[in-house]
């Protein structure tokens, strides 16, 4: 048993008494990392693999679409709708395109995170009340990505910098469900962030969409629960981040 | 000249452990926000739009490209049951596929991020949204969204 650890906290906050989501990372709970990330425009008439990650799981993802849904003007970046997040499914090898005769060609920036969908895993909760950030404090955690310099001033260059706010993770897990709804307990005191998939079975491949929010799924945050709705049978995994919605 | 640094997760070897044993990994970037670039407000709808798009929020974010945003919402005093925090976009109802005739959405483009509620098609008067209020939540993240 390790009964060591490490934690930084963002500029600002006090590491000693700062409340988890103040802090860059600790060695507690992990932070959501970026696998891979990239642009795509794919033929969206056709079913096709647009990403092969060969992770050996399927991993935490988001899709923004940047032209190509009739719901948008083209240019204007948004997480995956209701409308679109049932053709984008994420297998244990690749991210497919499911949603033949589409129209269109359609442009995209994916990102697929080194983290399983299908993982159980519960932080303790340390500290949840929020502290006073100082000004003032003129120290800085930074690590660069290979190649970048650690002074420059885009934050697109950083591994990590304290200057920033990052997604940690308190708590993931799956389950099958039926249509219903069922509440997760998370115990943060206060609404976190959070993100849902589902492997619809009556698709019948296992493959995970993002849960988008419509009136026959989705998911809402409180500061002791998320519920969650649906209208399909299925296995649902969730990740809630010790972020807050609210700050 | 290739260097690493690695934190695990309790109980991990950092010479054996894989980056989802660990907390941070420098193989492994993860999404940032500055300050500034999140934050929450409110709207209350005066009347009941028709066929329109009303602005609800508007961000000028100051990045030189579009960034990846994403945001949640919840209501009070209207129609749409949903008083919890929820993730955009979201579709009131089950109207035409796949464009959505009504819908609060959130997007970023290369100078602004924005929250809109779009009503498109008919019929626009059900749900009638005067008088809700719309709490917003955003967060503009430094890493590329398009």
Redesign the interface.
């Known amino acids: 048993?390790?009964d060591y650890?490490?934690k930084i906290s963002r500029k600002g906050f006090d590491v000693r008494t700062c409340a988890d989501h103040e802090l860059l990372?600790?060695?507690?709970?992990?932070?959501?990392?970026?696998?891979s990330?990239g642009?795509l425009t794919f033929d969206a008439n056709s079913n096709q693999t647009l990403v092969t990650h060969n992770l050996g799981y399927a991993p935490i993802f988001?899709i923004?679409i940047?032209a190509g849904?009739?719901?948008?003007t083209d240019?204007?970046?948004?997480?995956i709708?209701?409308?679109?997040s049932q053709f984008f499914r994420m297998s244990t090898t690749n991210l497919i395109w499911d949603g033949a005769g589409?129209g269109s060609n359609m442009?995209i920036?994916y990102?697929i995170f080194?983290?399983?969908i299908e993982?159980n895993f519960e932080a303790d909760v340390f500290n949840s009340a929020q502290t006073s950030e100082n000004p003032g404090s003129d120290y800085v955690f930074k690590?660069s990505?290979?190649g970048k310099d650690v002074s420059s001033t885009?934050?697109?260059d950083?591994?990590?910098?304290s200057?920033?706010?990052?997604?940690l993770i308190h708590k993931t897990d799956f389950d099958d469900r039926v249509p219903g709804s069922w509440t997760i307990d998370h115990n943060l005191g206060y609404?976190p962030?959070?993100?849902f998939y589902c492997a619809i079975d009556s698709a019948g491949d296992g493959r995970y969409q993002l849960v988008?929010?419509?009136?026959?799924s989705?998911?809402?945050?409180?500061s002791t629960q998320i519920?969650v709705s649906t209208a399909y049978t299925g296995t649902y995994g969730y990740i809630i981040f010790k972020d807050p919605?609210?700050? | 000249m290739s260097y690493k640094v690695i934190i695990t997760l309790p109980g991990y070897n950092a010479q054996t452990a894989t980056p989802e044993q660990c907390s941070l990994h420098s193989d492994f970037p993860t999404p940032k926000m500055e300050t500034g670039k999140f934050g929450s407000t409110s709207y209350t709808f005066a009347s009941n739009p028709g066929v329109s798009t009303t602005n609800l929020l508007t961000i000028n974010h100051g990045y030189s490209y579009t960034p990846m945003a994403m945001a949640y919402i919840k209501f009070s005093g209207g129609p749409v049951v949903t008083p919890f925090f929820c993730i955009l976009p979201y579709v009131i109802g089950f109207d035409v596929f796949p464009d959505w005739e009504k819908k609060f959405v959130a997007y970023a483009t290369a100078t602004q991020f924005k929250i809109d509620y779009i009503v498109s098609g008919t019929p626009p008067t059900d749900p009638n949204v005067n008088g809700m209020t719309v709490f917003m939540k955003y967060y503009i993240f430094a890493e590329d969204g398009a």
């Not at chain 1, 990372?25 to 696998?35: A, C, D, K």
């Not at chain 1, 240019?75 to 997480?79: D, E, K, R, V």
């Not at chain 1, 989705?218 to 409180?222: E, G, R």
């Open positions: 048993m390790s650890g490490i990372f600790s060695s507690e709970f992990p932070l959501l990392m970026i696998h990330s642009t988001l923004f940047t849904d009739p719901a948008f240019g204007q970046s948004h997480l709708s209701p409308g679109t589409w442009t920036r990102y080194r983290r399983p993982t690590l990505k290979e885009d934050m697109r950083f591994i990590i910098n200057d920033t706010r990052n997604m609404e962030m959070f993100l988008a929010t419509a009136e026959d989705q998911a809402t945050a409180t519920t919605i609210l700050l």
